[in-house]
């Protein structure tokens, strides 16, 4: 899949602090806009504040209804600012305050491997669904440990660096695509396909701009705070809530990101997946 230069520009306008989110999400964005999300009422479970939605839905010229939940009351409040929202709850996945079998369709867009115990919200997914209803998962999986480089510093071993990384990224799970089919068969749910996505190299060039951005001010936190929690001391969240970098600036910016990186490398090997599956209608 070739990278789309344009999206990419769009990320890093509107994530000017974050050249590194804005990277791997302005891959991630382009798959789940291909992935044939549905007309209806949507959950966005894991909303944030809102700017992934809105991204993704522009890229598709569509304006979509959504109710969105997210645990955050920063972000939920940033996110009221998007009218395609009809409702917006500051709570877990866990426990959606919404109506048994409500919504035509789910999106979680890297959300899903920040929840330590995710049963739970599969479970209430499967609950609000409709019958036929659809859900699109984007999650990192086994593949991305693989696919890092590892530390620069030397004498750092592997493991260490890994177990370091996801407690900055907050990483609690890798599921492989075995794990998400007897999840979702648990809790009533079928998986339909999955598309993997961030190969090696495209892997290892967020990695390094990882290191520049996020993974300097988690080191120079020693390791006390998470990114978002250093963004907001810093102003910089508030910074991507308001204000865009110049569209030219951008441009040359995500230039500068993908060099060299023309074509996304959709490996055997992904660093993530897009799960995309249906609570089945009744036989």
């Given at each position: 899949?070739?990278?789309?230069?344009?999206?990419?520009?769009e990320?890093?306008?509107?994530?000017?602090?974050?050249?590194?989110?804005?990277?791997w999400?302005?891959?991630?964005?382009?798959?789940?806009?291909?992935?044939g999300?549905?007309?209806?009422?949507?959950?966005?479970?894991?909303?944030?504040?809102?700017?992934?939605?809105?991204?993704?839905?522009?890229?598709?010229?569509?304006?979509?209804?959504?109710v969105?939940?997210?645990?955050?009351?920063?972000?939920?409040?940033?996110?009221?600012?998007?009218?395609?929202?009809?409702?917006?709850?500051?709570?877990?996945?866990?426990?959606?305050?919404?109506?048994?079998?409500?919504?035509?369709?789910?999106?979680?867009?890297?959300?899903?491997?920040?929840?330590?115990?995710?049963?739970?919200?599969?479970?209430?997914?499967g609950?609000?669904l409709?019958?036929?209803?659809?859900?699109?998962?984007?999650?990192?999986?086994?593949?991305?440990?693989?696919?890092?480089?590892?530390?620069?510093?030397?004498?750092?071993?592997?493991?260490?660096?890994?177990?370091?990384?996801?407690?900055?990224?907050?990483?609690?799970?890798?599921?492989?695509?075995?794990?998400?089919?007897?999840?979702?068969?648990?809790?009533?749910?079928?998986?339909?396909?999955?598309?993997?996505?961030?190969?090696?190299?495209?892997?290892?060039?967020?990695?390094?701009?990882?290191?520049?951005?996020?993974?300097?001010?988690?080191?120079?936190s020693?390791?006390?705070?998470?990114?978002i929690?250093?963004?907001?001391?810093?102003?910089?969240?508030?910074?991507?809530?308001?204000?865009m970098?110049?569209?030219?600036?951008?441009?040359?910016?995500?230039?500068?990101?993908?060099?060299?990186?023309?074509?996304?490398?959709?490996?055997d090997?992904p660093?993530?997946?897009?799960?995309?599956?249906?609570?089945?209608?009744?036989?």
């Amino acid at each position: 899949m070739k990278i789309d230069k344009q999206l990419m520009t769009e990320f890093v306008a509107r994530y000017p602090a974050q050249p590194a989110t804005a990277f791997w999400r302005g891959i991630e964005i382009d798959v789940l806009a291909r992935a044939g999300i549905p007309e209806g009422l949507g959950l966005d479970l894991g909303c944030g504040d809102g700017i992934l939605t809105d991204i993704l839905f522009k890229r598709m010229n569509r304006t979509p209804r959504l109710v969105g939940i997210d645990p955050d009351p920063l972000e939920t409040d940033a996110a009221r600012k998007y009218t395609f929202y009809e409702r917006i709850h500051t709570v877990g996945g866990n426990a959606i305050p919404e109506e048994a079998a409500t919504f035509d369709y789910a999106i979680s867009n890297s959300v899903l491997e920040h929840i330590p115990d995710l049963e739970p919200v599969i479970t209430e997914l499967g609950r609000v669904l409709k019958p036929g209803g659809k859900f699109f998962f984007t999650v990192p999986c086994p593949g991305f440990h693989e696919n890092l480089s590892g530390s620069v510093l030397p004498g750092v071993p592997r493991d260490k660096y890994l177990s370091e990384l996801d407690k900055r990224l907050a990483h609690f799970n890798y599921l492989a695509e075995q794990d998400w089919n007897a999840i979702c068969e648990r809790n009533g749910l079928k998986v339909l396909s999955f598309s993997g996505y961030l190969g090696e190299r495209t892997t290892q060039r967020w990695e390094s701009l990882s290191r520049m951005t996020g993974g300097l001010l988690h080191t120079l936190s020693a390791g006390r705070r998470r990114p978002i929690e250093i963004q907001r001391a810093l102003k910089l969240r508030a910074l991507q809530n308001s204000t865009m970098m110049p569209e030219p600036v951008a441009r040359l910016l995500a230039g500068v990101i993908t060099s060299g990186l023309d074509w996304e490398d959709n490996s055997d090997r992904p660093s993530c997946l897009l799960v995309i599956g249906e609570r089945p209608c009744a036989s």
